[in-house]
T-cell receptor, first 111, second 111 residues
Framework: GENVEQHPSTLSVQEGDSAVIKCTYS??????FPWYKQELGKRPQLIID?????GEKKDQRIAVTLNKTAKHFSLHITETQPEDSAVYFC??????????FGAGTTVTVRA | EAQVTQNPRYLITVTGKKLTVTCSQN?????MSWYRQDPGLGLRQIYY???????DKGDVPEGYKVSRKEKRNFPLILESPSPNQTSLYFC??????????FGSGTQLSVL
């Protein structure tokens, strides 16, 4: 099955700086790569996703890049704010119903 | 309001005492799934259902049962809970090709 590795496990950034989280996946047939944000005590919520026919996608301060050849994808958060502090999960799937998640990255934005 | 509702939010039980965590969605989604979240392991899929009366194992199905008698409900059953099933559980649902909606989670402790 699919194996998703996520790095780093924790990330501390100064407010206003950028944050980058990287994930690798094992199944070359995976074609859907979502990112979820989970605030403390809350449910995971989708923040951005990308499909394998696209190399990059941006939504305001967040962007995701995908390198199919290297089988890795990354989340970029620019101009970080305190409300960006959360746990972020990457995921990958070949089929719509089989989403495999990374272990998560705890992001702390220092004021 | 579109939502996935899980009950209970918190549950403390003892080893071997059967329990059921309920999950209901009001979005007429065909796909539903259960995940468990453990520190350092991310979210791991337990079981999923593509439609009524159609269920299949995820990555960690041992010790769990599910049923899908109605489209809106997808209960998770632990026939004989053990301490290693202490975890945070999330139910989720989606339309094909669309994003995954998570419930608010159930924190289970098995003593």
């Amino acid at each position: 099955g699919e194996n998703v590795e996520q790095h780093p496990s924790t990330l501390s950034v100064q407010e206003g700086d950028s944050a980058v989280i990287k994930c690798t996946y094992s199944d070359s047939a995976s074609n859907y790569f979502p990112w979820y944000k989970q605030e403390l005590g809350k449910r995971p919520q989708l923040i951005i996703d990308i499909r394998s026919n696209v190399g990059e996608k941006k939504d305001q301060r967040i962007a995701v890049t995908l390198n199919k050849t290297a089988k890795h994808f990354s989340l970029h958060i620019t101009e970080t704010q305190p409300e960006d502090s959360a746990v972020y999960f990457c995921a990958a799937s070949r089929w719509d119903y089989k989403l495999s998640f990374g272990a998560g990255t705890t992001v702390t934005v220092r004021a | 309001e579109a939502q996935v509702t899980q009950n209970p939010r918190y549950l403390i039980t003892v080893t071997g005492k059967k329990l059921t965590v309920t999950c209901s969605q009001n979005m007429n989604h065909e796909y539903m799934s259960w995940y468990r979240q453990d520190p350092g392991l991310g979210l791991r899929q337990i079981y999923y259902s593509m439609n009524v009366e159609v269920t299949d194992k995820g990555d960690v199905p041992e010790g769990y049962k599910v049923s899908r008698k109605e489209k809106r409900n997808f209960p998770l059953i632990l026939e004989s809970p053990s301490p290693n099933q202490t975890s945070l559980y999330f139910c989720a649902s989606k339309e094909q090709g669309k994003k995954l909606f998570f419930g608010s989670g159930t924190q289970l402790s098995v003593l």
